[in-house]
């Protein structure tokens, strides 16, 4: 998945999901998603057969396979983004996959981040669009990313003293 700002309120999204048939008929294959609203879906360049279903357990959105083989499903959408001033943040609805990316570019540089709570969940790279993360999404559950600026630290909450005594009696 690749995610990036999309004005003041949203966050768009497109995923490149490999999709794999080995049978010699119509199988239909849940997406690894919650509930959201596709804008398009795309299987090997052509408009892909998406189903909705109502289920509890989370994958309404099922798609259409109709022979054996490797193929390309190419899905967009967007997500609300939460902005408070310079911070903000979104969630992304998205279950387990065997293997997956999830790659967000930042809106602005330098700023701290927290995936799911964490500073350490994801890497940062820099290109010559500007900076973004790379986080991993095998695990599946929600995604959520918060962003603001970096604070800056007075140098006296890093300063540690330290005083001690020795007392030996005999």
Do not use: M
């Not at 999204?13 to 199988?27: A, E, I, M, P």
């Not at 310079?86 to 996959?97: N, R, Y």
Request: glycine fraction near 8%.
């Amino acid at each position: 998945y690749t995610a990036a700002a999309a004005g003041v309120a949203r966050v768009s999204v497109t995923g490149r999901l490999v999709l794999y048939s080995f049978r010699n008929r119509q199988v239909v294959v849940p997406l690894p998603l919650g509930a959201v609203a596709l804008a398009s879906a795309q299987l090997d360049g052509r408009p892909a057969p998406i189903l909705t279903r109502t289920t509890r357990g989370g994958r309404p959105l099922t798609v259409v396979l109709r022979k054996p083989g490797r193929h390309l499903l190419v899905i967009r959408f967007d997500v609300p983004l939460v902005r408070n001033g310079p911070a903000g943040q979104f969630v992304l609805p998205l279950q387990a996959v065997p293997v997956g990316r999830l790659a967000f570019r930042l809106p602005a540089d330098n700023l701290q981040l927290r995936v799911n709570g964490s500073s350490t969940l994801f890497r940062r790279a820099r290109d010559d669009e500007g900076e973004r993360i790379d986080v991993p999404i095998n695990a599946g559950g929600p995604v959520r990313i918060a962003w603001q600026p970096r604070q800056a630290r007075d140098v006296a909450e890093d300063l540690v003293q330290l005083e001690s005594h020795v007392e030996v009696e005999l």
